[in-house]
């Protein structure tokens, strides 16, 4: 049933408007769509859709017309985009005024190639906006090795997990798949030749020991830490890569292999923000604190928005 126009309907009086329903309403106008505001905003597709439609029951009226695909506003979605953006630089002015005195110092963190190159960059511009004191030295990693050097080497990482076995807040789950190009033989060859993680790669571990136990052969044709560089392999068909499915999702000359190909399935992986079992540094803190704030905890009831996270 259609909502109401906004002559025939209003938001109740009294009633505030939510900074995060406005967040989510304001990312679907600048990224022309839900799709894209969802991996800005690091939540799911549908969780998106879910916050514009509180917000649109919030005023009582429809914000866009049309379908989702085509992104276009009506006359009452038009007005509030402009109190949307003022009420959001003014609950940023807020906070900036109220900050305590500015931090200083060095944050280092690991985390996987995908957090490291897709969604942390823009946060840590705006976190290096907020506290222009401290330096964050970042590194890309793999689990095994960012979880051993945690404390030691780092004082955050945003690293992946078998599912069910991470600590910290838990940012988001995904299948993990085998993949191919559409038309290559890599699948049919022996041994199976792999375009995988450095050796300590959790995605890389369940592949070797899948393959093994269903007593298929097996060697690694190519290592890399860039999974750009693992999918170019596996597209001009020089291996069978192991992904997160949003991976092969987004690449179209992909295919998923299953037990129909030879190849067993493989668990569900997990993605962690954590921090290490010491007292942080206060810059540590802050960014710990801001990762919390931007990076929302994964609601079981979210469905897979189509950001690829290798781990």
């Not at 995060?20 to 969802?38: I, K, P, Q």
């Not at 995904?174 to 993949?179: F, K, L, M, N």
């Not at 022996?190 to 136990?213: I, M």
């Not at 997160?244 to 668990?267: C, E, I, K, N, S």
Request: neutral net charge; proline residues 8%.
């Amino acid at each position: 049933m259609p909502r109401s126009s906004p002559a025939a309907a209003g938001p109740p009086l009294g009633r505030l408007l939510d900074p995060e329903l406005l967040r989510a309403f304001v990312a679907v106008v600048d990224c022309n769509g839900h799709t894209h505001a969802a991996h800005h905003l690091h939540r799911t597709q549908a969780a998106v859709s879910q916050q514009v439609s509180r917000l649109e029951d919030a005023v009582g009226t429809a914000l866009f017309a049309g379908p989702k695909r085509h992104i276009r506003l009506t006359a009452a979605g038009g007005v509030l985009l402009d109190y949307a953006r003022r009420l959001l630089a003014l609950n940023q002015e807020a906070l900036e005024r109220l900050r305590p005195e500015p931090v200083s110092g060095t944050v280092r963190m690991g985390a996987t190639h995908y957090y490291a190159t897709s969604v942390l960059p823009g946060l840590l511009a705006e976190f290096s906006r907020r506290h222009p004191g401290i330096h964050i030295e970042m590194e890309v990693g793999v689990a095994d090795d960012m979880q051993r050097k945690l404390g030691r080497a780092y004082d955050l990482i945003i690293n992946a997990f078998p599912g069910g076995s991470g600590r910290g807040v838990l940012l988001r789950r995904e299948a993990v798949v085998w993949a191919a190009a559409r038309d290559g033989d890599a699948p049919a060859r022996d041994p199976v030749p792999l375009a995988v993680l450095p050796p300590g790669s959790l995605l890389r571990k369940w592949a070797e020991a899948a393959l093994t136990a269903a007593g298929r052969r097996w060697v690694v044709v190519q290592e890399s830490l860039s999974i750009e560089v693992l999918k170019a392999s596996v597209r001009a068909g020089a291996a069978v890569g192991v992904f997160q499915a949003a991976t092969v999702q987004a690449a179209p000359p992909l295919r998923v292999l299953d037990g129909a190909d030879g190849f067993p399935p493989l668990p569900a992986s997990e993605m962690w923000l954590d921090k290490a079992d010491r007292a942080l540094p206060k810059a540590a803190s802050c960014l710990y604190d801001f990762l919390r704030e931007q990076l929302p905890p994964w609601q079981e009831a979210e469905a897979p928005s189509g950001a690829d996270d290798p781990g």
